[in-house]
């Protein structure tokens, strides 16, 4: 579970309860189920007009992909690569076959699978790439939708506005009306930017982070699996991790000795 998203999450909404009980507010002002309909309908309606059905039904996952997913450290990838470097050195390929299932990466793991199968070494290269390429597509699109909702979502409370407007306007002569029309029109605009700028376009960008992040850890695999098949030592392995992390914490990752 991704603490942050977690705790901004609930901060954000502690700020609004903060500032409704300021000066005495009253909760039932803020929930109103016409505006909600109107801006939070209203934005899954325009997504799908926009998206496909299947990627509709999505949002859920990618949203649970977003925070709760538990991304692998990259120490650990290092760690475990170097140590098949190990074995694959002093045992052989073969010797690989008794790690499978025990990596606990689904992508190292059909990596390993590959090696033991004797795939050609631009065979495996092209068919992870090809994964890689998908999983980076597949992200990119959830973002992009999360992006969408995230703009959508302050043009509808806009539009929920000028329905309270118009509403507010054809009472004009009952101005005890004219103050809770207006009050209903606000909280449309209120609901658009609160879900757009607390939860869509945040987490669009935490979606977007943790791609890359994904992303540098399957090419850091790649480049391992290519190692060892070349029967490359522990130490190599380290090596061509470097472009992967920075200068400064490069001595993190000492492979254990092959």
């Given amino acids: 579970m991704d603490i942050a998203t977690i705790f901004g999450v609930l901060a954000g909404l502690f700020c609004m309860v903060v500032a409704v009980m300021a000066d005495g507010g009253n909760f039932g002002l803020f929930f109103h189920i016409p505006a909600i309909v109107v801006v939070l309908g209203g ?41 098949l470097a190990g074995v694959s050195r002093r045992q052989g390929v073969l010797a690989l076959q008794s790690h499978l299932g025990k990596i606990g990466d689904t992508f190292l793991d059909k990596a390993v699978r590959m090696v033991i199968d004797g795939q050609p070494e631009d065979v495996v290269k092209q068919q992870l790439s090809h994964e890689i390429q998908y999983l980076q597509e597949r992200h990119a699109e959830g973002k992009k939708m999360l992006e969408f909702m995230g703009a959508g979502c302050p043009a509808f409370g806009m539009v929920g506005t000028l329905i309270g407007l118009v509403q507010m306007f054809s009472h004009m002569e009952s101005p005890e009306k004219i103050g809770a029309g207006m009050a209903v029109a606000l909280v449309c605009t209120f609901y658009g930017a609160f879900l757009a700028n607390l939860f869509f376009l945040p987490l669009a960008g935490k979606l977007g982070i943790r791609s890359k992040r994904e992303i540098a850890l399957r090419q850091m695999i790649v480049e391992g699996i290519i190692g060892i098949m070349r029967g490359e030592s522990p130490m190599s392995i380290r090596d061509r991790m470097h472009p992967f992390v920075s200068p400064k914490r490069r001595k993190e990752y000492q492979p254990k000795a092959a």
């Fill in 43 to 83: 934005t899954i309606a325009a997504t799908c007009v926009h998206f496909t059905v299947g990627h509709v039904f999505q949002i859920a996952s990618v949203v649970k992909k977003t925070i709760f997913y538990k991304m692998p450290q990259d120490v650990h990838v290092i760690e475990r690569l170097c140590e």
